[in-house]
């Protein structure tokens, strides 16, 4: 699986397919049924924010995100 950076992410027109980024995590905020995750990979100065939700990802609750 091709891994995209976040400047590309940026760069390109938004779309509806999944993609692959890896970076340093650098905020986790939880919520009753969603979280949020700032991550950064120094493509760019500007962050990327993933929210996980607590219907759609299986792991929700064992994932160590929250340590």
Known sequence: MDRNTIASL????????????????????DMKNFGFVTLNDGS??????????????PNYDESPRWA
């Open 10 to 29: 940026y760069a390109d027109e938004p779309s509806d397919t999944s993609v692959t980024v890896a970076g340093w995590v650098r905020s986790v905020r």
């Open 44 to 57: 760019c100065f500007k962050d990327l924010q993933v929210v996980m939700g607590r219907d759609s990802l």
